[in-house]
C-alpha cells in the first residue's frame, strides 16, 4: 500500500476525513470517481482534476473531471489510446507519479497539448492508483493559467492516498460487476420462471442487506463472501419457485384424475338412488344410509379436487378479486390429515369483509405456510383461531392466525422470515416457507407481523388492501 501518509496540517486531515466519508456512502464507480477527483483537487489545492480508469494494455477511460466536463464531450477526450499520452504511459509502466513543471516550456505529444490547451493546463501530476502492485488507473491534477512548484510532502501525501484509495475503485468496481451479474442473472430467471417479479425484487432487497455501508475498505473479503452468499441464496429461490411450479402441475393432475372415477361412482350412486326409489319394497333398509354415505364421500372428495385446483393455479395468472374466507378454508381442506381431531378450528369471519385483489395460487401458498407453521408449533392438541375484519379507515382487511403452540422467543422472532433460518430439526423445514410468504405479502402490497411468547402461542397478523 505504500508508506504511511501523515497530514500536516488540520486542513489536510479534514479533507482526508471528508473522501473516507463521501467514499462509504456510495458503491456506485462514477461516484467514487467524482469523489476522489473532487477531493485529491481540494487536498493539494489544484484548479483541475481528471481521473483515468486503465481499460486495457492500450485504452484508457476517463471516469470523472474536476471541475465536471458538460455533456457532449467527444468520444477521444473520454477514451484515450495510452500510446497518444506518453506521460500517462509512462506512470503506469513505471508505477511512480511523474511531474509536468510548466506546460509551456514541457515536450507533449499533440493529444496531450490538445487537452492541455482545452483545460487551460499549466503544471500537472500525474499520480497512478496502484492496488497490489497493478496500476487501476492515473489520476491528473494540474493548475490552471499559472504554473506552480509541488512540494515534496504534496506528491508523497497524494501519492500515498491515491494507493490508500484504489482499494475503494476496486470496489466499486467489483460492485459494478456484481450488480451485471444479478442483471444477467435476473434475466436467466425470466427465461425460467414466469415468478420473475418476486425474485428481482428478492434480489433487490437483499441487495440493500449486502453492502455494508461502514468500514468497507478494510472488509472487503466479508463483503464479497456476503455477496457469494446472495446469489447461493436467489439461486435458492430460483429452485423453489420451479419446485412450486411443478406441484401445481402435479396437483391440477392428480385433481383430472380423481375427477374421472369421482364421476363414475356419482354415476352408479345415482343409478341405486333410481333403483331403490323404483323399487319401495325391497327389503335392503340400510340403502339410505349407505347412500348417505356416498353422497357424503363424493362431497368431500369433491372439495378436496376444488381445493387442489385452486392451489395450482399458475403463478402467471393476472390479479383477480379473491375471497379471503375461500382461499383460508381451502388451505385448511388440504391441511385436514393433520387437523382431524387433534387441533380445533375456531373460525371468526366478519361477513363484511370485503375481497382483496391478488393472484389466487400465491395467496393459497401464503396462507398454506402460515397455517402449516401453527400446526407444527402445536404437540398435541391445540387451537387454532383465524379472525378477519375489515379495517375501512385504512381500505384494508386483517387477518389474525392466533394458534396455542409452543411460540416464538424474543431473540429469534424477527429472523422468521430471513431465507433458510429455521427452528425446526434438520430435514423437517427449508427456512423457505415464511421467506417466501413474506414475499408474497409485499408482492400484494400488504404487511404480515409476528407475535409471541415463548411456550404461549403466536399471533400472525396480515393486512392486504381491498379490491376497488
Same mark, same amino acid.
Not at 461502514?214 to 472488509?219: G, L, R, T
Given at each position: 500500500?505504500?508508506?504511511?501518509?501523515?497530514?500536516?496540517?488540520? @486542513?489536510?486531515? *479534514?479533507?482526508?476525513?471528508?473522501? &473516507?466519508?463521501?467514499?462509504? !456512502?456510495?458503491?456506485?464507480?462514477?461516484?467514487?470517481?467524482?469523489?476522489? !477527483?473532487?477531493?485529491?483537487?481540494?487536498?493539494?489545492?489544484?484548479?483541475?482534476?481528471?481521473?483515468? /480508469?486503465?481499460? !486495457?494494455?492500450?485504452?484508457?477511460?476517463?471516469?470523472?473531471?474536476?471541475?465536471?466536463? +458538460? +455533456?457532449?464531450?467527444? @468520444?477521444?477526450?473520454?477514451?484515450?489510446?495510452?500510446?497518444?499520452?506518453?506521460?500517462?504511459?509512462?506512470?503506469?509502466?513505471?508505477?511512480?507519479?511523474?511531474?509536468? %513543471?510548466?506546460?509551456?516550456?514541457? *515536450? =507533449?505529444?499533440? !493529444?496531450? $497539448?490538445?487537452?492541455?490547451?482545452? $483545460?487551460?493546463?499549466?503544471?500537472?501530476?500525474? =499520480?497512478?492508483?496502484? =492496488?497490489?502492485?497493478?496500476?487501476?488507473?492515473?489520476?491528473?491534477?494540474?493548475? #490552471? *493559467?499559472?504554473? $506552480?512548484?509541488?512540494?515534496?510532502?504534496?506528491?508523497?501525501?497524494?501519492?500515498?492516498?491515491?494507493?490508500?484509495?484504489?482499494?475503494?475503485?476496486?470496489?466499486?468496481?467489483?460492485?459494478?460487476?456484481?450488480?451485471?451479474?444479478?442483471?444477467?442473472?435476473? @434475466?436467466?430467471?425470466?427465461?425460467?420462471?414466469? %415468478?420473475?417479479?418476486?425474485?428481482?425484487?428478492?434480489?433487490?432487497?437483499?441487495?440493500?442487506?449486502?453492502?455494508?455501508?461502514?468500514?468497507?475498505?478494510?472488509?472487503?473479503?466479508?463483503?464479497?463472501?456476503?455477496?457469494?452468499?446472495?446469489?447461493?441464496?436467489?439461486?435458492?429461490?430460483?429452485?423453489?419457485?420451479?419446485?412450486?411450479?411443478?406441484?401445481?402441475?402435479?396437483?391440477?393432475?392428480?385433481?383430472?384424475?380423481?375427477? *374421472? +372415477?369421482?364421476?363414475?361412482?356419482?354415476?352408479?350412486?345415482?343409478?341405486?338412488?333410481?333403483?331403490? &326409489?323404483?323399487?319401495?319394497?325391497?327389503?335392503?333398509?340400510e340403502a339410505p344410509v349407505l347412500l348417505n354415505s356416498i353422497t357424503s364421500g363424493i362431497e368431500r372428495i369433491s372439495s378436496i379436487v376444488n381445493s387442489l385446483n385452486q392451489f395450482s393455479q399458475k403463478n402467471s395468472e393476472t390479479t383477480k378479486e379473491c375471497c379471503i374466507h375461500s382461499i383460508?378454508?381451502? #388451505?385448511?381442506?388440504?391441511?385436514?390429515?393433520?387437523?382431524?381431531?387433534?387441533?380445533?378450528?375456531?373460525?371468526?369471519?366478519?361477513?363484511?369483509? +370485503?375481497?382483496?385483489?391478488?393472484?389466487?395460487? &400465491?395467496?393459497?401458498?401464503?396462507?398454506?405456510?402460515?397455517?402449516?407453521?401453527? =400446526?407444527?408449533?402445536?404437540?398435541?392438541?391445540?387451537?387454532?383461531?383465524?379472525?378477519?375484519?375489515? /379495517?375501512?379507515?385504512? &381500505?384494508?382487511?386483517?387477518?389474525?392466525?392466533?394458534?396455542?403452540?409452543?411460540?416464538i422467543s424474543h431473540e429469534i422472532i424477527g429472523r422468521v422470515t430471513e431465507p433458510f433460518f429455521t427452528t425446526k430439526d434438520p430435514g423437517k423445514g427449508t427456512g423457505l416457507g415464511l421467506s417466501i410468504t413474506y414475499r408474497i405479502i409485499k408482492e400484494h402490497r400488504g404487511e404480515i407481523e409476528?407475535?409471541?411468547?415463548?411456550?404461549?402461542?403466536?399471533?400472525? $397478523?396480515?393486512?392486504?388492501?381491498?379490491?376497488?
Amino acid at each position: 500500500m505504500g508508506k504511511p501518509f501523515i497530514p500536516e496540517s488540520v @486542513r489536510e486531515l *479534514n479533507i482526508l476525513i471528508k473522501i &473516507n466519508q463521501s467514499i462509504i !456512502s456510495t458503491l456506485v464507480l462514477e461516484d467514487v470517481l467524482q469523489v476522489i !477527483s473532487d477531493g485529491m483537487s481540494e487536498l493539494l489545492a489544484i484548479e483541475s482534476a481528471a481521473l483515468y /480508469l486503465l481499460q !486495457s494494455d492500450t485504452e484508457v477511460h476517463l471516469g470523472a473531471t474536476t471541475p465536471q466536463l +458538460p +455533456p457532449g464531450i467527444p @468520444r477521444e477526450v473520454r477514451i484515450a489510446a495510452i500510446e497518444d499520452h506518453p506521460h500517462i504511459k509512462a506512470t503506469i509502466e513505471t508505477h511512480k507519479f511523474h511531474v509536468v %513543471d510548466d506546460t509551456h516550456t514541457a *515536450n =507533449l505529444s499533440p !493529444s496531450e $497539448r490538445s487537452i492541455v490547451e482545452m $483545460r487551460n493546463l499549466r503544471s500537472l501530476v500525474f =499520480l497512478p492508483f496502484i =492496488l497490489k502492485n497493478e496500476v487501476l488507473g492515473v489520476l491528473i491534477l494540474g493548475t #490552471c *493559467n499559472s504554473s $506552480r512548484k509541488y512540494k515534496q510532502h504534496e506528491i508523497e501525501l497524494g501519492q500515498a492516498i491515491a494507493n490508500q484509495l484504489a482499494v475503494a475503485i476496486q470496489n466499486a468496481k467489483l460492485h459494478e460487476d456484481l450488480k451485471e451479474h444479478r442483471d444477467n442473472l435476473e @434475466r436467466l430467471v425470466q427465461e425460467k420462471t414466469h %415468478d420473475l417479479n418476486a425474485a428481482i425484487e428478492e434480489l433487490r432487497a437483499a441487495n440493500d442487506e449486502l453492502y455494508e455501508k461502514n468500514n468497507i475498505i478494510i472488509n472487503q473479503i466479508s463483503e464479497l463472501k456476503a455477496t457469494l452468499q446472495h446469489l447461493k441464496e436467489t439461486q435458492s429461490h430460483l429452485l423453489q419457485a420451479e419446485k412450486m411450479a411443478s406441484l401445481g402441475t402435479l396437483t391440477a393432475g392428480v385433481a383430472h384424475e380423481i375427477n *374421472n +372415477p369421482l364421476n363414475f361412482i356419482m354415476g352408479a350412486y345415482l343409478g341405486l338412488e333410481k333403483y331403490f &326409489n323404483t323399487n319401495p319394497d325391497n327389503q335392503f333398509h340400510e340403502a339410505p344410509v349407505l347412500l348417505n354415505s356416498i353422497t357424503s364421500g363424493i362431497e368431500r372428495i369433491s372439495s378436496i379436487v376444488n381445493s387442489l385446483n385452486q392451489f395450482s393455479q399458475k403463478n402467471s395468472e393476472t390479479t383477480k378479486e379473491c375471497c379471503i374466507h375461500s382461499i383460508i378454508d381451502n #388451505c385448511l381442506i388440504m391441511l385436514n390429515n393433520q387437523i382431524f381431531d387433534r387441533v380445533e378450528i375456531v373460525k371468526e369471519y366478519d361477513a363484511n369483509t +370485503p375481497k382483496v385483489k391478488g393472484k389466487v395460487a &400465491n395467496l393459497h401458498h401464503a396462507f398454506l405456510n402460515i397455517l402449516t407453521n401453527s =400446526l407444527q408449533a402445536i404437540d398435541g392438541k391445540g387451537t387454532i383461531r383465524i379472525k378477519t375484519l375489515p /379495517l375501512i379507515g385504512k &381500505n384494508k382487511i386483517l387477518i389474525e392466525v392466533h394458534d396455542s403452540g409452543k411460540g416464538i422467543s424474543h431473540e429469534i422472532i424477527g429472523r422468521v422470515t430471513e431465507p433458510f433460518f429455521t427452528t425446526k430439526d434438520p430435514g423437517k423445514g427449508t427456512g423457505l416457507g415464511l421467506s417466501i410468504t413474506y414475499r408474497i405479502i409485499k408482492e400484494h402490497r400488504g404487511e404480515i407481523e409476528f407475535e409471541s411468547v415463548a411456550n404461549n402461542g403466536t399471533l400472525v $397478523r396480515v393486512e392486504l388492501p381491498i379490491s376497488i
